[in-house]
């Protein structure tokens, strides 16, 4: 189905089988917005993205009144004594340098083209260099059904700043849904329209929102791997990897993305700082799975990956 199912203004394709309800919106980088994974009745892509909030200014200026008083305290010898304007409460120390904000809508097949020197610090507080226009630029669309399921293609003509300059691009998407599965398979293709060849540095985010990044029953898996902290509020990076889990044990779900070839996977959380009766506080809200790759493209080139994300209970 073809529709303006948001109101927007904008088209979105929605498909979908027995298990699962896939929503695409073409115009905002031809991504995945919502998964309705139907047998436990939950929106896998149910997230926030981060933005400015008025509050935000007062935790700010709680801080720096905090660290004045300190500073007082520290120069006349004495102890540090709060006033009534700083008796807003903070559930944690240093919210303030968590106050991170997105420039673009956190999605699904969200299409990176990374620039040199972006680390996964960058990443995750959104500070970084995107060297393409694919993220939140407009695809094209077409999709296909047979009675083996159903097939959306998207795609997008745009540019990338690279090493050589600006090279111009396609990138092309295309998910099938098979008619009786709970998953999905991807392929991503890349192709070099330019006449010179290029370096490219390519991620293709998924956000999934689970009920809680702290909890000890949820948690990734990486199979073969050692990682250290496997919480889903957890950060870090692992390399030469051909699936990554996340599993919810109060949910009873496991989300299993395969990669056909190996790829290096950065993951932290999506926390945003809101406040509530008890103060200003941390609340987790999803978790980001990016697998990226380095490879280069000769004119007329194309690079191809594949991945399959499958969708089940707990064994």
């Known amino acids: 189905e073809v529709s303006d199912f948001d109101r927007d203004g904008y088209e979105e394709v929605l498909i979908s089988n027995a298990s699962l309800n896939l929503y695409f919106t073409p115009n905002n980088g031809g991504a995945l917005f919502e998964l309705d ?115 959306v293609r998207l795609w997008r003509d745009g540019e990338v700043q690279a090493a050589e300059g600006t090279v111009k691009l396609r990138v092309e998407k295309e998910v099938f849904l098979p008619k009786d599965a709970a998953e999905i398979r991807v392929t991503h293709r890349v192709k070099n329209l330019d006449a010179v060849p290029c370096a490219l540095w390519f991620g293709v985010e998924w956000d999934f929102a689970l009920l809680a990044g702290d909890a000890p029953d949820r948690n990734y898996v990486f199979p073969g791997k050692t990682v250290e902290d496997t919480r889903l509020r957890s950060m870090g990076e692992v390399a030469e990897v051909t699936e990554v889990r996340l599993e919810d044990a109060w949910l009873n779900l496991r989300i299993a993305l395969h990669l056909v070839q190996q790829a290096t996977v950065w993951r932290f959380p999506i926390e945003t700082i809101s406040q509530s009766e008890g103060g200003f506080e941390r609340v987790y809200q999803s978790s980001v799975v990016l697998p990226h790759w380095r490879f280069e493209l000769a004119p007329g080139e194309t690079w191809e990956t594949q991945a399959r994300l499958h969708i089940s209970s707990l064994p």
């Open 37 to 151: 994974y139907k047998p436990a009745t939950v929106n896998l892509l149910d997230t926030m993205t981060r933005r400015p909030e008025s509050y935000h200014e007062k935790l700010r200026q709680l801080a720096e009144n905090k660290a004045a008083a300190r500073n007082r305290a520290e120069d006349e010898g004495g102890e540090q004594i709060a006033s009534i304007h700083d008796l807003v409460l903070t559930k944690e120390e240093g919210l303030e340098n968590l106050l991170f904000y997105d420039w673009y809508r956190r999605l699904a097949l969200v299409d990176h083209f990374l620039g040199p020197g972006v680390t996964l610090p960058d990443f995750s507080r959104c500070d970084y260099d995107e060297a393409g226009d694919f993220v939140a630029g407009a695809y094209e669309q077409s999709s296909t059904e047979n009675g083996k399921g159903v097939s």
